[in-house]
């Protein structure tokens, strides 16, 4: 199957005992229009070579995950999305066109309404339905690099959702960090921001860090998560207010920590992301928290975040009209699958579904009920391809 840049957190780019074809070659911008914005280009190229290319002649994105180091192929098979989904929605709403090449031989072009239904199983399609090897992405026209922000601390989910809500009008992008220590309350720092005219605003800082070795036990553990989410609240909610930022942070605030996932230790860490429908949204995420807090597992990277009300392109796209968290959790073993079963209930009885992108051991019976098209979508796989996520959940 192929492999974009290995950013999905969990089995859905590999291929254990099976081969795996890099896209890292086709990595060849083909055509760019200055007029229409419209780029043509190959699929294992980086999001962020198109954004240093692209930004300073006025052009960029229009949906970016939380990384730019994607490749445009990993982009469209997750048909991930960004902090503007109420606005722009997921990658695949930007695709115009894209080469499908099956194992049989078979060259498929296909886009939202030529064969749009190979268009629908292959966005979001999880690299299951053939090997993208170019694709036709229109971007948005921008004035300059720079960002307004406003970060806004808040005490408890109702605060939150009032936040989101009364932000989705004015505001493209919002996002929330949430600290999932604090006893199922739900405080956080609010994040929010449009892209701005200006001509001036801070450069950005030259350098990365690295987490420079993998420590022998995890540095995220019980002594280190409440004094560390009780820091980053307070010193947040100091800073809050409005600044100027250059995209770059605002959109990838992580980028600049290479090997950042080395602090889990040697036995890693599960990123697990739930969207559950909104009239259930706020009760589903109540309980998740109070689950969390009571299992004694914690997570520095919380995120939270509404979705809008437009419906995926794809098949198996993960996004759905919702609110979604996200956590990052030491692999701690058993203990850690105790509490994501309790997790897996509160999603299942809410309606919702987990993010196979960011995950690697969600059963069966979450998956089918989630993902209500998973019969449609098996018409278009290629026989010639399985993943272990592929094997683990769809029996092949
Ligand atoms: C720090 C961080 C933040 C993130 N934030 C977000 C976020 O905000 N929103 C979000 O949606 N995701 C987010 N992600 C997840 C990430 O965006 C996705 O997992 C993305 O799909 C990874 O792309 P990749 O190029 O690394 O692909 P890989 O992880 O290598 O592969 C992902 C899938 O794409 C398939 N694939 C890759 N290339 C092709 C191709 N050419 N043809 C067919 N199939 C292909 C693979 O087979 C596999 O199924 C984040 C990840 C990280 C590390």
Redesign the pocket.
């Known amino acids: ?9 969990g089995d ?2 590999l291929n254990p005992d099976g081969v795996l074809w890099t ?1 890292k070659g ?1 990595d060849h911008f083909i055509a760019f229009d200055d007029e229409t914005g419209v780029l043509e280009c190959e ?2 190229l980086l999001l962020r070579d198109i954004q240093q290319t692209l930004v300073p002649r006025g052009w960029m994105l229009p949906v970016t ?3 730019q180091l ?2 445009i ?6 048909d ?3 902090k503007n989904h109420h606005v722009m929605g997921s990658f695949g709403d930007h695709v115009l066109a894209l080469r499908l090449l099956r194992t049989n031989g078979e060259v498929i072009e296909c886009g939202p309404t030529e064969k749009a239904d190979w268009f629908a199983a292959t966005v979001g399609g ?3 339905t ?4 170019q694709a036709r992405i229109q971007l948005r026209k921008i004035a300059g690099p720079w960002l307004e922000t406003e970060n806004i601390p808040y005490t408890n989910l109702d605060a939150f959702f009032k936040l989101a809500d009364g932000s989705e009008a004015a505001w493209e992008h919002t996002v929330s960090w949430i600290d999932c220590m604090s006893r199922g309350e739900g405080r956080g720092i609010f994040m929010r921001g449009n892209h701005v005219a200006a001509q001036e605003g801070p450069q950005l800082k030259q350098g990365k860090k690295t987490v420079p070795m993998v420590p022998p036990i995890s540095l995220v553990n019980r002594a280190t998560l409440k004094p560390f989410n009780f820091a980053y609240y307070h010193f947040q909610a100091l800073k809050s207010g409005k600044s100027r930022i250059h995209y770059e942070p605002f959109f990838y605030p ?2 600049n920590l290479l090997e950042w996932n080395r602090i889990y230790g040697p036995r890693g860490f599960y990123q697990y992301q739930s969207v559950v429908p909104r009239p259930v949204g706020q009760d589903a995420v109540r309980a998740m928290l109070q689950e969390i807090a009571r299992s004694g597992e914690g997570s520095f990277l919380g995120v939270l975040k509404t979705f809008g009300s437009r419906k995926p392109i794809g098949m198996m796209s ?1 996004t759905q009209p919702g609110v979604t968290l996200a956590l990052d959790f030491p692999n701690h073993g058993e203990r850690t699958h105790v509490l994501f079963a309790r997790l897996d209930a509160i999603v299942r009885d809410a309606g919702g579904r987990i ?1 196979a ?2 995950d690697a051991r969600m059963p069966r019976d979450l998956f089918e009920s989630g993902y209500p098209r998973l019969s449609d979508f098996l018409q278009y796989r290629d026989r010639g391809i399985s ?1 272990a996520m592929s094997r683990r959940l769809m029996g092949s």
């Open positions: 199957m192929a492999y974009g840049n290995g950013r999905s957190y859905v780019c896209t086709l699929a294992g995950p939380g990384t994607i490749t192929g990993g982009a469209i098979a997750n991930v999305h960004g999880m690299g299951l053939g090997l993208i090897a992580l980028d993960f993010y992108a960011k993943s």
